[in-house]
């Protein structure tokens, strides 16, 4: 039997019970606003800062493989984290954790905006969440930095993935594989040495084979019981979007705002922004706008129930596929530590994701301010120009004050989220 060698970190702590990481999971879960950067820098105050369960260096790690893989690197580093600490139950509890609480509130609005349209009182009470989470970005910007940022070509790559995906539109798989082959080339030191595990390749195959079935089988299901049914093509939709997402949701929402609204014929550009506006402003990854999408074609065409079935498939989908490719890839994250050039790359993407992260908090703090954000082509570059006419002071304001909240007087999350909520709905009250 052919085995691979495999190398646990060492320094790594005794892993806490299972019910202790079951509440800090679903903690993560329901805190998790702020798209990537905010839940990011929200799993690291958790398991690496408070608590210590995984290293400085193995969250990096996990945290560079996780931007290698489609589909939404916080959720897949949740379940890589899970997965160090109790193995695939700890991985898929983690990871179901940090989507439930998000896909249960979007699912749940989604129903209601199906029923009466745009909610007002929604709008208001998210618009101080919106606020908070440009400050919640930002400080994470800002912590990932510097992490790292330690090193001048580090600083160099990181302000080239800026240009590359701000200014030029450049596709972030492109990104990450300059940065990794500038790692590769470049090489570096290895990392202490540890006491090796085996796996054999054999277990791997396995893994991956299972998890395939899983992720299909219920769309085979479906396939065989109404083939070319409405949900079958929701299922094969968002399948292929699964593996396209490379670099997280934003890298992906144009092309399948274009699909669903001008191919597919499932949502109008309004609804779509509105989508993705509910999903901005929800916990859990923002790729969740998937689920409003789903939902409301299926519920067009069928009503209630069908719209819950068609928001499980595209849950289903989704989701399913992110378990692949931890359980199958996690184990080998920990090679990274001795092999000099593979943790020297893995260094170079995670300096890239930090100008990725910038473009996304610049993207962010736009939408948030401005009610129109207009994309203006100048040459081979990309201008995001805001119409300074639709500013939102309301929003301004409340960032200041969630700022204030949050780097000045160092208040909680759920403490900064909160007040930021009932001051979204007393400045929509005062507004008129």
Not at 338 to 364: D, E, Q
Request: glycine letters at 10%; one cysteine or more.
């Amino acid at each position: 039997m052919t085995e691979t060698r495999l190398t646990e970190t060492a320094s790594t702590p005794a892993a806490p019970g299972f019910g202790a990481a079951l509440r800090v999971w679903a903690r993560i879960g329901v805190l998790s606003f702020g798209g990537p950067a905010g839940q990011i820098a929200l799993m690291h105050r958790e398991v690496v800062e408070e608590r210590g369960w995984l290293g400085e260096d193995e969250f990096l790690n996990a945290l560079s493989f996780s931007m290698l893989l489609p589909g939404p690197e916080a959720m897949q580093l949740a379940t890589y984290a899970g997965w160090r600490l109790h193995g695939v139950a700890g991985g898929l509890a983690a990871g179901l954790l940090f989507v439930l609480p998000g896909a249960a509130v979007v699912l749940a609005l989604a129903a209601l905006y199906a029923a009466i349209g745009a909610v007002p009182l929604v709008q208001a009470l998210f618009l101080g969440v919106k606020a908070a989470v440009v400050v919640i970005v930002i400080e994470a910007l800002l912590k990932v930095a510097r992490r790292a940022l330690k090193e001048p070509d580090r600083w160099m790559i990181a302000a080239l993935a800026f240009v590359a995906i701000f200014f030029l539109s450049a596709p972030f798989p492109l990104i990450v594989a300059l940065a990794a082959l500038y790692g590769l080339l470049r090489g570096g030191d290895a990392g202490p040495a540890a006491p090796p595990v085996t796996r054999p390749l054999s277990r791997t195959l396995g893994t991956i084979l299972l998890w395939l079935a899983v992720w299909w089988a219920p769309l085979a299901v479906l396939w065989l019981a109404a083939p070319g049914s409405l949900l079958v093509e929701i299922g094969l939709f968002f399948s292929k979007l699964a593996v396209v997402t490379f670099g997280g949701a934003y890298a992906v929402l144009a092309y399948m705002a274009q699909d669903v609204v001008n191919a597919q014929g499932w949502l109008t550009a309004g609804e779509m922004m509105d989508g993705l506006g509910l999903a901005e402003t929800t916990p859990g990854p923002l790729i969740l706008v998937t689920e409003f999408v789903g939902f409301l074609a299926a519920e067009k065409a069928g009503g209630l129930a069908l719209g819950l079935a068609g928001a499980a498939v595209t849950l289903w989908m989704t989701f399913a596929p992110c378990f692949l490719w931890i359980f199958a890839g996690a184990p080998y994250v920990a090679v990274i530590a001795t092999r000099p050039r593979l943790k020297a790359a893995l260094s170079a993407i995670t300096a890239a994701v930090v100008g990725v992260i910038l473009n996304l908090s610049i993207w962010f703090a736009l939408h948030v301010f401005f009610g129109e954000v207009t994309a203006r082509a100048a040459g081979p570059f990309t201008l995001w120009t805001p119409d300074w006419a639709t500013l939102d002071p309301g929003a301004v304001l409340l960032a200041l004050v969630a700022g204030v909240l949050l780097l000045w007087l160092r208040l909680g999350l759920i403490a900064v989220l909160g007040i930021s909520a009932l001051l979204g709905v007393a400045w929509a009250l005062i507004a008129g």
